[in-house]
């Protein structure tokens, strides 16, 4: 019986492994961050579907650009600088801009955002006896001494006090050491990966850095709040204060604000090891700029430069509105094919002058798999120039796409085999019981030596 089981066998279940190995497999299809996979679409006509998403961090590498025309860079003495496009945070100019250097007093850009964000301006803050031991440049806060929220960030801004920073981080994480922890935080979180603060302040300390490139993709989100943007733009202004009531008037001594057009802030810094920094910000005709000079002589001259370089010889050309269409994105293994997009935000790129014409616009759609959640990312549309990506914006799908349910497998055929074996040995072990108990009836019955064989009687 176990013999007549194998054979059975062999006829129900090696058929349905036969046919899996003769199954013809579709050409594998590479999805990113993964190995080799099944597909259940063959070949994908558009070469982009199988294109890597585009990868953590800043979509497209910032670049500078150079035109193809001989072009006089601006003339500056700062060790490291960098000028950015404040919208897309693409560069237009850099030198040495991922130096680590100190940053003194362009510090206290990080921390009045985190304390605008965390502080309503009418809000009070009382100054204790730690943030009263720190000098130098200060308010000379006394223990217990009250101001508002917006009082404090006016003197934190525009007279670089540090008392007023210590105050302003108890005030935010409780402790100063608490809120320097927020300030690395929100570095990562900005992609300013090569910098790390010690303090809230900017005063000299071993593991206190920055680049060039860091401190202007960290101004970028300062620009976004008006609360710091409504005080860096000041040349005097008056705090109200509960002690020393005969310093309260503070000015602005910025070589930037009030002497460049269009200049907006935002803030500088000097120690004796971090030489002269600045970040400056400034807007022509609805278009924003970032300067970072980091250990200069000269911040002033540096930063109006850099600001005459940018706005004097390039020019920013739109090339979509955001939900523009962005064509139909391919889909694995779903329902649907494919699956009609649009770009998230608006697609603009900063060019040397006159070569507007120059520039491609090009999309790169993902490996997407279903199934696909309606506003989920497929891809980059991407502004190439020189052959090259330049910036890009997001591709959203505009619906979603289900899952093709998945057909009949391995599992299900090795279940099915399993059942016909199953099957096979129960009817075995009935015949073998069955031939069992017919040969013990047989030896009762033992025929006699030279007569002819009797066959048992049943009763």
């Known amino acids: 019986m176990l013999a007549t089981g194998a054979v059975v066998t062999a006829l129900f279940v090696l058929p349905a492994f036969a046919q899996r190995s003769n199954k013809k497999l579709l050409p594998p299809v590479p999805i990113a961050g993964r190995g080799t996979e099944e597909s259940s679409q063959g070949e994908i006509e558009d070469p982009n579907a199988l294109a890597p998403p585009p990868p953590p961090g800043p979509r497209i590498p910032a670049r500078a650009l150079t035109s193809d025309e001989p072009m006089a860079l601006p003339k500056i003495k700062a060790l490291s600088a960098v000028l950015m496009d404040a919208e897309t945070g693409q560069v237009i100019y850099e030198k040495d801009a991922d130096a680590q250097r100190p940053m003194a007093s362009t510090t206290k850009i ?24 720190i000098h130098n440049c200060s308010l000379h806060l006394k223990p217990g001494e009250e101001l508002t929220a917006h009082d404090l960030l006016r003197a934190i801004l525009l007279r670089s006090a540090n008392d007023a920073c210590v105050a302003a981080a108890e005030a935010t994480a409780g402790t100063q050491e608490a809120f320097v922890l927020r300030m ?34 960290i101004a970028r989100e300062v620009v976004k709040q008006k609360r710091i943007m409504d005080v860096v733009k000041l040349l005097d202004c008056t705090i109200n204060r509960s002690i020393r009531k005969n310093d309260v008037n503070l000015h602005n001594f910025s070589h930037f604000v009030g002497r460049y057009d269009g200049a907006e802030g935002l803030k500088s810094g000097w120690t004796t090891p971090s030489g002269h920094c600045y970040v400056g910000v400034a807007s022509r005709h609805g278009w924003r700029l970032i300067t970072v000079v980091l250990n200069t002589p000269e911040y002033g001259s540096d930063t109006n430069r850099l600001m005459e370089f940018g706005f004097d ?14 064509g139909e994105a391919p889909v694995q293994l ?11 935000e608006t697609l603009r790129v900063v060019v040397p002058k006159g070569d507007a014409e120059a520039i491609e616009k090009r999309v790169r759609f993902s490996a997407s798999r279903a199934p696909i959640a309606q506003g989920s ?28 349910p998945p057909p009949p497998g391995v599992g299900h055929r090795i279940a099915r085999g399993g059942f ?40």
């Open 110 to 133: 990080m921390t009045a955002l985190l304390f605008s964000e965390a502080i309503p301006d009418k809000a009070k803050v009382v100054a204790s006896k730690n943030a009263c031991k």
């Open 334 to 344: 779903g329902i649907a094919k494919s699956v009609p997009t649009h770009v998230s």
């Open 377 to 404: 990312s497929v891809g980059t549309m991407e502004a190439w120039v020189g052959g090259a990506p330049v910036i890009g914006v997001p591709v959203i799908a505009e619906r979603g796409v289900i899952a093709l």
């Open 184 to 217: 690395n935080a929100k570095a990562r979180e900005l992609g300013a990966l090569r910098t790390h603060f010690a303090n809230p302040h900017g005063l000299t300390a071993p593991d206190h850095y920055t680049t060039a490139r860091d401190l202007a993709n």
């Open 420 to 459: 016909y074996v199953l099957c096979v040995f129960a009817v075995g072990l009935v015949s073998l019981r069955y031939g069992t108990r017919k040969k013990k009836r047989y030896m009762f019955t033992s025929p006699s030596k030279g007569t002819r064989r009797s066959r048992p009687r049943f009763s």
């Open 313 to 326: 010889e390039y020019e920013r050309v739109k090339l979509l509105d955001a939900g523009a269409s962005a």
